[in-house]
């Protein structure tokens, strides 16, 4: 079964300063996808960056990145020079290609609430 | 490139109604999700099809709940009789493949209450 854990509810951080956001997950499959994703208050789901288990270097997009570390199966996401419009519902979440039921499904953790002080 | 699309955006019906949720996946795209949304439950995977086959239903709630893709663009979410506590979020998402790297595109949901 693949489980992810995000054990910060909620965290806070001034506009212009980094942020880490914690995500572990479980998985007894080899080849997996990591993803984050963003839901402001709007509700829409926004992609926002993706680790493959097989990638050797963590993941870059623009502010984004991800802190891949996977001995420790951990995939922490790291916004840069926050902005106030990156106050937001931040979800990891895992596809795992193995056979059977959990074939390419998508399981989310609990979610961080992110909220970026002036 | 029109997103996934969902309708209605919103619903309000009466507890023993029936509701059917609409779900237009993006063109080419052949595995599709079902989720939902609720403050104590976060975001629980319904149901998934590929090449509109359900793979896995393990996550529909009971039998009041059905989903169909009568066709690889379109399906459809339907729950009846509805009670309140199916009151939530209703997501559609849809992905190229079903690969572990694919990401998938989410509808705008459909906020759903019964009262």
């Known amino acids: 079964a693949q489980k992810i854990t995000q054990t910060q509810p909620g965290m806070f951080v001034q506009e212009k300063e980094a942020v880490t956001l914690d995500c572990t997950y479980d998985t007894s499959d080899q080849s997996y996808g990591l993803f984050w994703y963003k839901q402001p208050s709007s509700g829409e789901m926004i992609f926002l960056i993706y680790?493959?288990?097989?990638?050797?270097q963590n993941a870059t997009e623009g502010r984004y990145s991800l802190n891949f570390q996977k001995a420790r199966k951990s995939a922490n996401l790291v916004i840069s020079a926050s902005q106030l419009g990156d106050s937001a519902m931040y979800f990891c979440a895992m596809r795992a290609n193995a056979g059977g039921t959990s074939y390419g499904k998508l399981t989310f953790g609990q979610g961080t609430i992110l909220t970026v002080h002036p | 490139d029109a997103g996934v699309i969902q309708s209605p955006r919103h619903e309000v019906t009466e507890m023993g109604q029936e509701v059917t949720l609409r779900c237009k996946l993006i063109s080419g795209h052949n595995s599709l999700f079902w989720y939902r949304q609720t403050m104590m439950r976060g975001l629980e995977l319904l149901i998934y099809?590929?090449?509109?086959?359900?793979?896995?239903d393990s996550g529909m709630p009971e039998d009041r709940f059905s989903a169909k893709m009568p066709n690889a663009s379109f399906s459809t979410l339907k729950i009846q009789p509805s009670e309140p506590r199916d009151s939530a979020v209703y997501f559609c998402a849809s992905s190229l493949t079903a690969g572990s790297n694919e990401k998938l595109f989410f509808g705008s949901g459909t906020q759903l209450s019964v009262l």
């Open positions: 099809f590929n090449n509109n086959v359900p793979i896995d």
């Open positions: 680790q493959g288990s097989y990638d050797e």
